[in-house]
């Protein structure tokens, strides 16, 4: 009974939370203008999201290529930074141990108006022109804390004894990073990389202060315009809901490898 | 080399791109528009009624908001947490997925559910999708805390005698407040500086806080903007150092 009562309150919540999102998928499947009107089920969105042909499509296309590229670029500098940096904190001791992990709670805690407002001023400050630089590097500085946060935990797992084992048997001090030392590192590295690549994705405000006026849009920014502008564009539902499905797939792939490595330890 | 020099670059990297700036909101909004110091930013604001006005509505929503989400996460990360009444860890998983869709996407769509049921944008909409948009913020430290917390201090107090009704009240849920603490700091301070979605959620009858933000930083009245800012700072300030419990909200998103 208690357990019925249970999984009641669960699926209930899971509807609620789905809810929006199954809204999106389902209405991807008509051909309505509108969201909530149906009239007949058809992938004409989804033809015209992969041929390219309905209104405005190129600034759909443009805005999709740069959130990956911007995604892209920065989870992969996100990454390395993030590594190194970890390698560095794990030998660090006292204070200076403490003010560096200080400062990089702070991007996580912030909330992303008060980042993006922040980053505004500084490219003004330095007087930087803003367009893809600024928002590439403002979205290192918000991924990056989330690389070092997922390496960390590896680095403490590790045996402090390998990296030195490998230098004594002959192995140079590159053969010993890359033989030795980032194989024990990757799985927190790619996890790492996937969480720094999803939520600059998701990135609306910090996007928007950085952009600067050269008319770059992303997603997140041409969703905004488009709302504005009232009414959606129809195919950014097929388009959110691909969006989603390979959120899961990514989300379910970095957890089934998480409790399988949990096992085998 | 040691190996501790490997963390200068990101010294070097954060002091220009998280110190610095958090230093210019400072700088700027004691400035007037050529650069001499002045207190007038900050006066402003408390003589500006628009934005007194929103300030408080903002505050008001979210606590109203928090206050749903931990009566709403609370319960759900329990049970997600109990081994005898969930066994799946893809459950989890499926909670915390909403957090990665693009927020005003789902937002949109939740705005749109609701005209299509008919039901008018106001407050009691706003409140809802703020919900939909920081529950999983609130269920998933809750469920890292409980998940890893021991069990037998439980059946401890159970062997003591305790009903389970005392068990959960006197020890798990003192036990959990670390979790709750982080859903808080997670929940409370981005839904007071939520931009752009409270707009689609009320059709523009309700601004927060960071819409006020954002206006005046888009108009170029930057040392205002930045004034307003800084004072977001300080309340962040204040409620971390309530909540204190820092180091698990973004030890909880991984």
């Known amino acids: 009974m208690k357990k019925f009562l249970a999984q009641c309150y669960i699926w209930i919540l899971m509807v609620l939370l789905y809810a929006p999102l199954v809204f999106i998928a389902v209405f991807s499947f008509t051909e309505g203008k509108v969201m909530g009107r149906w009239n007949g089920f058809s992938t004409r969105l989804y033809q015209n999201l992969f041929t390219g042909q309905m209104q405005g499509s190129s600034s759909l296309i443009a805005a999709v290529e740069n959130t990956l590229l911007i995604a892209l670029v920065s989870a992969a500098v996100s990454m390395l930074l993030g590594t190194i940096a970890a390698i560095g904190l794990h030998n660090m001791s006292g204070r200076g141990r403490r003010a560096l992990t200080f400062l990089n709670n702070i991007p996580m805690i912030n909330p992303d108006v008060i980042t993006g407002v922040s980053l505004f001023l500084l490219f003004i400050f330095l007087h930087f022109t803003q367009g893809y630089l600024s928002v590439i590097l403002s979205h290192i500085s918000f991924g990056t804390p989330y690389v070092v946060l997922s390496v960390l935990p590896k680095l403490r797992q590790m045996n402090p004894n390998t990296y030195e084992a490998a230098l004594d048997l002959g192995a140079t001090p590159s053969q010993a990073l890359w033989k030795v030392l980032i194989p024990q590192l990757r799985p927190g590295m790619i996890s790492g990389f996937i969480l720094a690549f999803t939520m600059s994705l998701d990135d609306f405000a910090v996007t928007f202060f950085t952009r600067g006026t050269i008319g770059l849009e992303t997603l997140s920014t041409y969703i905004y315009a488009d709302a504005r502008k009232g009414g959606l564009t129809p195919e950014l539902r097929p388009l959110m809901t691909l969006i989603f499905l390979i959120i899961l797939v990514l989300l379910l792939f970095i957890n089934v490898r998480q409790a399988k490595m949990q096992k085998s330890e | ?254």
């Not at chain 2, 849920?173 to 500086?193: D, E, H, K, W, Y």
């Open chain 2, 1 to 254: 080399m040691k190996r501790s020099h490997w963390s200068i670059p990101y010294a070097i990297f954060l002091g220009v791109f998280v110190v610095l700036p958090l230093l210019l909101i400072l700088v700027y909004a004691l400035q007037d528009g050529s650069g001499h110091f002045t207190l007038a930013n900050i006066t402003r604001f408390f003589s500006d009624s628009d934005a007194l006005g929103t300030f408080a509505v903002s505050i008001e929503v979210a606590i109203e908001n928090t206050l749903i989400c931990i009566l709403l996460g609370y319960p759900a990360a329990w049970i997600l947490a109990n081994k005898e009444l969930n066994r799946s860890a893809v459950t989890i998983v499926l909670f915390i997925l909403p957090m990665w869709i693009n927020a005003l996407m789902r937002t949109l769509a939740t705005a749109e559910l609701f005209g299509m049921f008919g039901i008018p944008l106001g407050k009691g909409t706003l409140l809802f999708g703020m919900v939909y948009d920081y529950l999983p913020f609130m269920i998933y430290p809750i469920y890292n805390v409980l998940n890893k917390m021991d069990k037998s201090y439980a059946e401890a107090a159970q062997d003591l005698g305790a009903t389970p009704w005392k068990v959960f009240w006197k020890v798990t849920v003192p036990l959990s407040m670390p979790g709750v603490a982080s859903g808080v700091l997670m929940v409370f301070m981005p839904t007071v500086s939520t931009f752009a979605i409270s707009e689609f959620l009320t059709n523009n009858k309700i601004k927060l806080f960071g819409t006020i933000i954002q206006e005046n930083i888009n108009s170029s009245m930057w040392n205002y903007g930045a004034a307003l800012a800084l004072i977001m700072l300080v309340i962040i300030g204040i409620s971390t150092m309530f909540t204190g419990g820092r180091k698990e909200a973004e030890e909880a998103l991984i």
